[in-house]
């Protein structure tokens, strides 16, 4: 399977606390995207990272990646409540995303 | 309009049954799919539609059946399927097809119950 892996499965931290999850893949790729889910509704789009690019930052999430790990790490900074949701990374092949196994994140007020 | 939207939100059905999902999108996107997801699991893909041709369909059993009535419409029709086809079904769309890495826009799902 190309699926990718992500770590940690599920994650509890505190409003303000910054949140970080990380996703390995196996296949090389063009670019890989990061997808927030809320309680089982559909997916949304955060953030897009090319192949040629290491770092990212979009308002208070910043993606890394490193192609030569095959690994990517999202960072939500300052969480609030309304982050509780689940992420997933998805790597892009032609016409497909295969997403990774997913982060629940849940932030406490 | 950077919406897409599934009707119902909710189906139950029994195993007899046949029922159809639909998935709509006036954003001008050519890419449309189907993608099935279980409890926390991630999203699976089952068909592509490509300009309105099926281009990919991941060996999705026979008892569904997707259709592309136009740019702007997917369909999935549902037809003596089983408790573990009990899941979420999600729609997304995209722009062009043929790039790699398009951002995909999900409508909300259809959350689906087989008894």
């Known amino acids: 399977s190309q699926q990718g892996e992500e770590d940690p499965q599920a994650l509890s931290i505190q409003e303000g606390e910054n949140a970080t999850m990380n996703c390995s893949y196996k296949t090389s790729i063009n670019n890989l995207q990061w997808y927030r889910q809320n309680s089982g509704r559909g997916l949304v789009h955060l953030i897009l990272i090319r192949s040629n690019e290491r770092e990212k930052h979009s308002g208070r999430l910043r993606v890394t990646l490193d192609t030569s790990k095959k690994s990517s790490s999202l960072l939500i900074t300052a969480s609030r409540a309304a982050d509780t949701a689940s992420y997933f990374c998805?790597?892009?092949?032609?016409?497909?995303?295969?997403f990774g196994t997913g982060t629940r994140l849940l932030v406490s007020p | 309009d950077t919406e897409v939207t599934q009707t119902p939100k909710h189906l139950v059905m029994g195993m007899t049954n046949k029922k159809s999902l639909k998935c709509e999108q006036h954003m001008g996107h050519r890419a449309m799919y189907w993608y099935k997801q279980k409890a926390k699991k991630p999203p699976e893909l089952m068909f592509v539609?490509?300009?309105?041709?099926?281009?990919i369909n991941e060996s999705v059993p026979s008892r569904f059946s997707p259709e592309c009535p136009n740019s702007s419409l997917l369909n999935l029709h549902l037809h003596a399927l089983q408790p573990e086809d009990s899941a979420l079904y999600l729609c997304?769309?995209?722009?062009?097809?043929?790039?790699?890495?398009?951002?995909?826009?999900f409508g909300p799902g259809t959350r689906l119950l087989v008894l």
């Open positions: 997304a769309s995209s722009l062009y097809p043929e790039a790699s890495g398009e951002t995909q826009y």
């Open positions: 998805a790597t892009t092949g032609f016409q497909k995303l295969v």
């Open positions: 539609y490509s300009y309105e041709k099926l281009s």
